[in-house]
């Protein structure tokens, strides 16, 4: 989709997001904003698999990449030419499918005689919501919700991140996939449990409210998971269980990320909680941090919702900072499948 037309005080990069399973890719604008994004998901292909086979992956975005690159190029009506620079998701994430990304990126940035920068994938899921109106500013509270992370993050400012807690165990988008699949509602399961859980009786069961009950900000999520499929064995025969289960479950999730986030909110008396990721999306965990918000006078800032889940803009975004800043990366095998936001710096 195009959203802009640049003009010659532009600084223009381009932006590719391959590590996991959505190949984004998207041209974001120093001087004036977003200007094209696209997407392509392979949640088709990984379906009937129940979950990301990482070797497929890599393969798609193989095929993807370049497409969507000729794509945001011409809905942006621009050519390589104009731009500034070449962003690209260096991890985490699963390895194969950040090379691809890399790879694509390194040899763009080479070709045109241009500067390329490797993305913090959690970075730039942290700074989506500064595509909104009216952003927020530093310092924030982040919480950051994805299949692959849940981080309480203090943000002093681009580059300067101190976790204050995160999973033990599963990511909280792992354990809604999870739950979707005891339920029988296929991959990917966030938004399918959230659908089902609206339905759902809240009186009905009760879940856990993991690692609430003592002190300190990480979260663990595999006991709800397993707590989840007892309940699922033992009512699954009983009419409406299964919206009940979700709801339970759905509750059990937003109860804790209040907690939690009333407590960093205290220890660190932020006014701004900045809440991104593809579980950012759900709107019962939004309608729970809101209401936190206005008993705490703390303001709420999400990502749209297009931008919750992987995608390319948050890349060219993040990328567009630092390279502005002059950061650069000449590597393209200098992908990281682990890597802590910690180990970041400001550009
Ligand atoms: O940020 P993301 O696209 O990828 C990672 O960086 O991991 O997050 C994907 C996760 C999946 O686990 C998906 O089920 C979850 O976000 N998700 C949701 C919703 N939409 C996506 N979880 C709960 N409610 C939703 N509406
Ligand atoms: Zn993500």
Same mark, same amino acid.
Not at 24 to 33: E, N, Q
Not at 104 to 130: D, K, R, T, W
Not at 224 to 248: F, Q, S
């Given at each position: 989709?195009?959203?802009?037309?640049?003009?010659?005080?532009?600084?223009?990069?381009?932006?590719?997001?391959?590590?996991?399973?959505?190949?984004?890719?998207?041209?974001?604008?120093?001087?004036?904003?977003?200007?094209?994004?696209?997407?392509?998901?392979?949640?088709?292909?990984?379906?009937?698999?129940?979950?990301?086979?990482?070797?497929?992956?890599?393969?798609?975005?193989?095929?993807?990449?370049?497409?969507?690159?000729?794509?945001?190029?011409?809905?942006?009506?621009?050519?390589?030419?104009?731009?500034?620079?070449?962003?690209?998701?260096?991890?985490?994430?699963?390895?194969?499918?950040?090379?691809?990304?890399?790879?694509?990126?390194?040899?763009?940035?080479?070709?045109?005689?241009?500067?390329?920068?490797?993305?913090?994938?959690?970075?730039?899921?942290?700074?989506?919501?500064?595509?909104?109106?009216?952003?927020?500013?530093?310092?924030?509270?982040?919480?950051?919700?994805?299949? &692959?992370?849940?981080? /309480? *993050?203090?943000?002093? !400012?681009?580059?300067?991140? $101190?976790? =204050?807690?995160?999973? @033990? %165990?599963?990511?909280?988008?792992?354990?809604?996939?999870?739950?979707?699949?005891?339920?029988?509602?296929?991959?990917?399961?966030?938004?399918?449990?959230?659908?089902?859980?609206?339905?759902?009786?809240?009186?009905?069961?009760?879940?856990?409210?993991?690692?609430?009950?003592?002190?300190?900000?990480?979260?663990?999520?595999?006991?709800?998971?397993?707590?989840?499929?007892?309940?699922?064995?033992?009512?699954?025969?009983?009419?409406?269980?299964?919206?009940?289960?979700?709801?339970?479950?759905?509750?059990?999730?937003?109860?804790?990320?209040?907690?939690?986030?009333?407590?960093?909110?205290?220890?660190? &008396?932020?006014?701004? /909680? *900045?809440?991104?990721? !593809?579980?950012?999306?759900? $709107?019962? =965990?939004?309608?729970? @941090? %809101?209401?936190?918000?206005?008993?705490?006078?703390?303001?709420?800032?999400?990502?749209?919702?297009?931008?919750?889940?992987?995608?390319?803009?948050?890349?060219?975004?993040?990328?567009?900072?630092?390279?502005?800043?002059?950061?650069?990366?000449?590597?393209?095998?200098?992908?990281?499948?682990?890597?802590?936001?910690?180990?970041?710096?400001?550009?």
């Amino acid at each position: 989709m195009s959203i802009g037309k640049p003009n010659p005080s532009s600084f223009i990069v381009l932006g590719i997001e391959t590590s996991c399973d959505e190949t984004g890719v998207a041209l974001y604008d120093l001087a004036h904003g977003l200007l094209a994004h696209e997407l392509f998901s392979q949640v088709d292909m990984h379906r009937v698999y129940g979950g990301v086979v990482p070797e497929l992956a890599s393969r798609d975005h193989v095929r993807r990449v370049v497409p969507l690159t000729r794509a945001v190029l011409q809905a942006a009506g621009i050519t390589l030419q104009e731009l500034a620079g070449i962003a690209y998701t260096a991890g985490p994430g699963l390895i194969g499918a950040l090379l691809v990304g890399a790879g694509v990126a390194q040899g763009l940035a080479v070709g045109l005689g241009l500067p390329a920068v490797g993305v913090h994938h959690m970075e730039a899921h942290l700074l989506a919501p500064q595509l909104e109106p009216n952003p927020p500013a530093f310092p924030f509270l982040a919480l950051l919700v994805s299949g &692959g992370h849940t981080l /309480l *993050v203090d943000v002093e !400012g681009l580059g300067r991140y $101190r976790v =204050l807690g995160e999973s @033990l %165990d599963d990511a909280v988008g792992e354990a809604f996939d999870k739950t979707a699949k005891l339920l029988g509602l296929g991959y990917p399961g966030g938004p399918a449990v959230e659908a089902l859980a609206r339905q759902g009786d809240p009186q009905r069961f009760r879940f856990p409210r993991p690692m609430t009950d003592r002190p300190g900000l990480d979260f663990s999520f595999s006991g709800l998971k397993t707590y989840t499929a007892t309940t699922v064995r033992a009512h699954a025969a009983e009419p409406g269980a299964g919206a009940d289960i979700a709801r339970a479950f759905s509750d059990a999730v937003v109860d804790t990320f209040v907690i939690k986030c009333r407590r960093a909110l205290k220890l660190t &008396g932020r006014a701004t /909680l *900045v809440v991104a990721g !593809g579980v950012s999306a759900n $709107r019962a =965990l939004r309608a729970g @941090l %809101d209401a936190l918000g206005q008993a705490l006078s703390v303001r709420m800032c999400y990502p749209a919702l297009a931008f919750c889940t992987d995608n390319g803009a948050m890349v060219a975004y993040a990328g567009c900072l630092r390279l502005a800043a002059g950061a650069r990366d000449d590597s393209a095998f200098a992908v990281r499948p682990r890597w802590s936001l910690e180990d970041l710096v400001a550009p």
